[in-house]
């Protein structure tokens, strides 16, 4: 009887972790891909404002990113924000040349770069999970929002206070989700976006069109946020406000004299003079000499306020125990002091140079030219006219999320946003900057007024509705009267909490989601035969 041979049997195991996670496209493709991705955010971004491009933008770098190494994913995300910052901050050059434009256009390239090492390694570390199951549809794009807004907030507030410019909450502001803000913030509606472009594209690698309840989870929370309402503040009468844009030589290099810029405005305020109103409103830098250390033009200021029966809220430089300000200042013809409200975040190697001993080494013609030194303002946000408390901001305050949420917390029943874009003439700073006044409306459901020195400046109601506007490069005065709200909106009360919880939350999640990715599994054993 022959011998029966037994087979040999090697036990290999298997694991899903052991086949590396394919890239989508191929690396030169995916390059052109950011690029691109950067061209589309910039289209969505006022003051073009195709806001639907915000998720193929978000979705087209997302893709890139998925299945590459660090080093690749930190050159996609740089090419993403070169191209995007590059186009979208063009003003920045406008006032000191091509090096400040630069300059910042490679910080927020390089920080984007950051933000894409850990979206690629998150997509690394989730990849184990089936790309079906509920955890890739709903929970990756939640980590991938998280992510995303993570970054945003970082710079928004590093280095020397951050640049919280470029949001994806603020493309919205012309499309059917702007009145989200008033409940999430601007903040949440940038991860919410994020979240809807993350979960579009986990749909497209589950199947696309052969898997379509993966597409589920981004319609739900589509229709959840397009049929969301703004919400509702309560109407506490009405005030009547007249704005004057003096288009007066109010240019860091324009030619002028001393007095100019406030003659201007007095001239443009003219109109206005015995017409009934409860406030006149002057943009920043409206005054050019410091009426707190200046008789003369506290006279000039007296003679305005008395002429338009009504306190004038106007701006100048201040310098008060050694410290220099940006400060408005309601002034009113009587002895009492006004009250004073200094800008709470100067711009730095704008309105100060931060580290002068450094940089007036490697750009000393350029730091040179910046003399002023403004300091950090510690006042509430908000003046009081009678019974109405007015909120404000001054210039690049508007940016800046705690600023207007102090406002609304000490009261504020309208806000008043003066500004000086006249370094900016031609170009698109000014329509950026008024796309946040209006999202600003929406969020704290109150009427804006936003002045700007030479245009364009725009009176806006709660709902963000532009409803009043002086043309750049022309002096106007105009009377408008707005509704005055009160409460808070959730966008208010949570916004803080959100811009802690959603970067915490994300880090939190992303430790879990590398342990569980380097844990060994339990792996089933294949047998293979041999011969």
Known sequence: MPATTIPATT??????????????MPLPVAVLASAIAGVAMVLASPAIGWWPLTFVSVTLLLSALVGRRATIAAL??????????????????AFLGPLPRIALTTLEALLSGIGAVLIALAYRWTARTPRRSFAQITLVPMLIGGLWTTGELLAGSWPYGGFPWARLGMTQVNGP?????????????????????????????????????????????VGILIVTPQFPTTSNGTFRIGWVQGNGPAGYFDRKQQGDLLAGQTAASAPLFG????????????????????????????????????????NAATTRNGQTFNTSMLWTPDKVSPQLYDKRNPVPFGEYVPDRWLYGKLAPDLVGLIQREYTPGRTPSVVTVGNTTIGLAICFDVIFDPVLWDGARNGAQVYVFQTNNADFRGTDENLQQLAF??????????SVINISTAGTSQAIDPTGKTIATAPAGAASAKLTTVNLRTGLTPAVILGPWLSLLIPCGTIAALIVTVTRSHRRPSLPTRLISSS
């Open 11 to 24: 036990a290999v195991k298997t694991s899903p972790a052991s086949t590396p996670l394919k890239a989508l």
């Open 76 to 93: 996609l995300g740089f090419t993403y924000g070169a191209v995007f910052y590059g186009l979208l901050l063009a003003w920045v050059g």
């Open 177 to 221: 989700l702007a009145e989200v803000a008033s409940w999430t913030g601007v903040t949440g509606l940038s991860f919410l976006c994020a979240v809807i472009a993350a979960a579009v594209l986990q749909w497209l690698r589950g199947g696309g069109l052969r898997f379509c309840l993966g597409l589920l989870p981004a319609i739900v929370l």
């Open 275 to 314: 017409r009934p109103m409860d406030l006149l409103v002057w943009p920043e830098g409206s005054v050019d000499s410091d009426p707190l250390r200046n008789p003369a033009t506290q006279t000039v200021l007296n003679q305005i306020s008395s002429a338009a029966g009504a306190p004038l809220l106007a």
């Open 437 to 446: 006044a209006r999202m600003r409306a929406i969020e704290t459901g109150r």
